[in-house]
């Protein structure tokens, strides 16, 4: 029996167990099996193998180039960095336009990673993809509020849920892919309120970012925790490292060393 094998890996019963025993759920992104192994061994609940990965890896704009493809490669590399958090992989964008589209993907991410479960972004109208693919057991994770492969379309990033309306249709949403059997959802730059009230709603827990304290746990992309960026982490954050001011530094020394004439009586 592997390593991998004996250790206890949470599943959504735990994740959901824990919203009901009021623990707080800590979920961060990963796109590598060295941070997912660092990470996992910190004990976090839940990684995300994100489409941020087209940001904050890939160096796009948006997320709407990453590929399937780009989505397999990394979440195997996470998941065999793991064996404690549950591991979560995004659909990228277009793949799960219609519930037939969406399960064909989940299956070849799952069959080709070895992920426990597949995050899809919508309100409303992805309740039908998420309840196709709960039917066919595969475990899935809602995302509402600013969905970043509906940039263009939503017409940039900012906080929803300020006009009345857009805040019933959000907990409306909430509401459709709890029923369609999403185990959690991720509520992303909601007005904290709004997103308090979707928490005290909801069964399934609500993992929030950029949200307020009040949801059931919370998600940061690694690399604005870290402070590995070479831009400016979004407000919400809060850094808990500067790794790209270590990485500079180290990179700096390094290029002086190597640069600087040696004297030949030295090292040898
Ligand atoms: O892609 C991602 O990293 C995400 C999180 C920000 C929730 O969807």
């Known amino acids: 029996m592997s390593v991998q094998s004996q250790a206890k890996r949470l599943t959504t019963r735990d994740i959901r167990a824990k919203k009901r025993s ?19 061994q910190a004990g ?45 992989c995004d659909l990228p964008f277009g793949t799960a336009t ?13 069959q080709q990673t070895g992920v426990q479960a597949v995050k ?19 475990a899935v994770m809602a995302h509402i509020g600013l969905t970043p492969q509906s940039v263009h379309q939503l ?18 949403s909430a509401k459709a892919l709890q029923a369609a059997g999403a185990f959690a959802i991720v509520l992303e730059f909601l007005v904290p ?16 970012i950029g949200s307020g304290a009040d949801c059931a746990g919370q998600v940061l992309v690694i690399n604005d925790l ?15 490292a500067d790794v790209a001011a270590i990485v500079r530094a180290a990179a700096t020394a390094y290029i002086a060393e190597v640069k600087t004439p040696k004297d030949p009586s030295l090292g040898q």
């Open 155 to 172: 017409g940039g990033y900012y906080r929803h849920g300020k006009q009345e309306e857009e805040a019933r249709e959000l907990i409306a």
């Open 44 to 88: 976090i609940d839940i990684l995300l193998v994100g489409d941020s990965l087209g940001n904050v890896v890939l160096g796009h704009e948006t997320t709407l180039p990453v590929t399937l493809d780009d989505m397999i490669r990394h979440a195997a590399a996470v998941q065999r960095g793991t064996n404690h958090a549950l591991v979560v």
């Open 226 to 240: 870290i402070g590995l960026s070479v831009t400016p982490p979004p407000g919400f954050a809060k850094p808990k």
């Open 120 to 138: 899809i972004e919508g309100g409303a109208a992805a309740a039908p993809i998420v309840s196709r693919l709960v039917g066919q057991g595969i």
């Open 193 to 208: 309120e709004l997103a308090a009230e979707i928490t005290q709603l909801l069964d399934i827990p609500t993992i929030g």
């Open 22 to 40: 009021g623990e707080n759920l800590a979920m961060l992104t990963a796109y590598d099996y060295v941070t997912a192994a660092l990470l996992d």
């Open 98 to 110: 219609d519930p037939d589209t969406a399960l064909r993907n989940a299956v070849a991410l799952l």
